[in-house]
C-alpha cells in the first residue's frame, strides 16, 4: 500500500511538471475559449472520422500481441486479445506505467504461458516500438525544413535510441546465444545459496522463451505489418484532427513527427492517462509546424480533444471485455512484479 501511494504521489508530481511546462507555453484561457467555440454539429464528422481511424490503430497494436504469444504456447487467439485490451488499459490508467505487468499476469493467469515469458513478449514489444519511433523521429527531423528549434527534440532522440539500441542488442544476444547465455547464468547461480540463483535462472530462461516470436519469420511479418498499421493510422489521427477539426496547417508527415515527439515523451513515466506528458508533448511537437503565440489556444484544445478520443477508444474496450465476462478477474488491481 505505501508502495503504492509512493508511486501515486511521483507520478502526479511528474505528470504536474509536464502541465506547467505546457501552461507556461499555451495561453490556457485561449484554450478554454477554443473549447468554448467549438460547434459540436459541425465538427461532429471530424470526431466521428478520429475516432474510427484510431481504433483501427489500436485494434492493430491489441492484435499484433498475438503474433508475439503464438510461437511460445497454443494459445486463444480471443484470450490473447481481450487481456491485451484490458492490458492497454491498464497501461494507460495505473501510474508509472505498472500496467505494462497487466498482460503478462492476465496470460500467466488464463494460459499456459509462463509469467517471465509473457514479460519477455512485453519487453520485445516495447523496444520494437522504441527503435521505430526513434528512427522515424530521426528520419522526419532530417527532413525537417522550419525555423524552430529541434535541439531539445533531438536530444530527446538521442536518450530513447541510447536506451533502446543496448536493450535491443541484448535481446538479440538473448535468441541468438541462448544456450551460452543459460550455461553462463546457472554457473553463476550455483554460487548463490538459498536457491535464489536458480530460480532467477529459470525465470531468465523463460524470458528468453518470451523472445521466440522474434525468431519466426511468419509471425514476425505478422507483427510488423499491423506495426505498420498501427503507427501509420495513429499519425492520420493527429492529422485529421489538427487539420480538419481545428484548422492546424500540418501535413501528415508533420503530424508523424508529431507523433514521435509524443511517444518519446509519454514513455517517460508518470500518472494516469499519461496526463501531463501527453499535453506538453502534443504542444511540442505541433510548435515546430505552427506559430504557438497565434495558435496556441487551438493546438491546446487540439490535444484536449485527442487526448479524450485515444482514452476512449483504449479504455472503453476494456471496459466492455469486463462487462461480457471475460473472466479476467480485477485486472486492476495493481499488480506486483513478483505476482
Request: proline share 4%; with cysteine.
Amino acid at each position: 500500500m505505501k508502495k503504492t501511494l509512493l508511486y501515486g504521489v511521483i507520478a502526479l508530481v511528474i505528470g504536474g511538471f509536464f502541465f506547467w511546462l505546457a501552461a507556461r507555453e499555451l495561453p490556457l484561457d485561449e484554450v478554454a475559449q477554443a473549447l468554448d467555440a467549438l460547434v459540436w454539429g459541425e465538427i461532429a464528422p471530424v470526431l466521428v472520422a478520429t475516432f474510427v481511424l484510431y481504433s483501427i490503430s489500436h485494434f492493430a497494436r491489441v492484435w499484433r500481441w498475438y503474433y508475439l504469444v503464438k510461437p511460445i504456447a497454443e494459445v486463444d487467439a480471443r484470450t490473447v486479445a481481450e487481456i491485451s485490451t484490458v492490458g492497454f488499459a491498464a497501461i494507460l490508467l495505473f501510474p508509472m506505467r505498472l500496467g505494462e505487468f497487466v498482460r503478462p499476469v492476465l496470460l500467466a493467469r488464463h494460459t499456459a504461458v509462463p509469467m517471465s515469458a509473457g514479460l519477455g513478449t512485453a519487453v520485445v514489444e516495447r523496444v520494437m516500438d522504441g527503435l521505430v519511433i526513434t528512427g522515424l523521429l530521426f528520419l522526419t527531423l532530417t527532413l525537417y525544413s522550419g525555423d524552430a528549434s529541434t535541439s531539445s527534440i533531438m536530444a530527446g532522440g538521442i536518450i530513447s535510441a541510447s536506451v533502446f539500441i543496448p536493450a535491443f542488442t541484448v535481446c538479440l544476444m538473448a535468441w541468438f546465444k541462448r544456450e551460452w547465455t543459460m550455461r553462463w547464468v546457472n554457473a553463476v547461480a550455483e554460487k548463490i545459496p538459498g536457491g535464489i540463483g536458480h530460480k532467477a535462472a529459470g525465470m531468465l530462461d523463460a524470458f528468453i522463451l518470451g523472445l521466440k516470436g522474434v525468431g519466426n519469420a511468419n509471425t514476425l511479418g505478422a507483427f510488423i505489418g499491423l506495426s505498420a498499421v498501427y503507427w501509420g493510422f495513429n499519425a492520420l489521427t493527429m492529422w485529421c484532427l489538427a487539420s480538419f477539426g481545428f484548422g492546424l496547417e500540418i501535413g501528415p508527415l508533420d503530424a508523424l513527427t508529431m507523433l514521435c515527439v509524443l511517444v518519446v515523451g509519454i514513455m517517460i513515466p508518470a500518472g494516469p492517462a499519461m496526463a501531463g506528458n501527453f499535453q506538453f508533448f502534443v504542444m511540442l511537437g505541433a510548435g515546430l509546424f505552427v506559430s504557438l503565440e497565434q495558435v496556441g489556444g487551438r493546438v491546446g484544445a487540439f490535444a484536449a480533444i485527442l487526448h479524450v478520443l485515444q482514452f476512449s477508444v483504449i479504455v472503453l474496450p476494456a471496459l466492455a471485455v469486463s462487462a461480457l465476462g471475460a473472466n479476467l478477474g480485477a485486472w486492476w488491481r495493481i499488480p506486483s512484479e513478483q505476482e
